[in-house]
Nanobody, 123 residues
């Protein structure tokens, strides 16, 4: 059974930083593209960042480019999202996701999802 468990969310002031972690189990982690998405109540879940199997390729939403960094540790089955210069509009539930595809940026391209972790940025 595949499990993705996010952690590291919390309350932070604008301009601050947070590091989200996602622990994966029940899958061949190094064979999965990993991604982070976020969702605000009443809005659709939106793409934040994705990282390739090896970690050599990353892609970000324009809204977070230059502020967020996605990384992975295949030896530990972990994926991370380092978030800096946080803004109130970054407030959302952040979800970790895994895809069996070689490239995945869209919601439907991901096969497995975590339960999410809340990030709240105060102004």
């Amino acid at each position: 059974q595949v499990q993705l468990v996010e952690s590291g969310g919390g309350l932070v002031q604008a301009g601050g930083s947070l590091r989200l972690s996602c622990a994966a189990s029940g899958l061949t982690f190094s064979n999965h593209v990993m991604g982070w998405f976020r969702q605000v109540p009443g809005k659709e879940r939106e793409f934040v960042a994705t990282i390739s199997w090896s970690g050599g390729n990353t892609y970000y939403a324009d809204s977070v480019k230059g502020r967020f960094t996605i990384s992975r540790d295949n030896a530990k089955n972990m994926v991370y999202l380092q978030m800096s210069s946080l803004k109130p509009e970054d407030t959302a539930v952040y979800y970790c996701a895994a895809s069996r595809r070689s490239v995945a940026g869209l919601l439907y391209e991901y096969d497995y999802w975590g339960q999410g972790t809340q990030v709240t940025v105060s102004s």
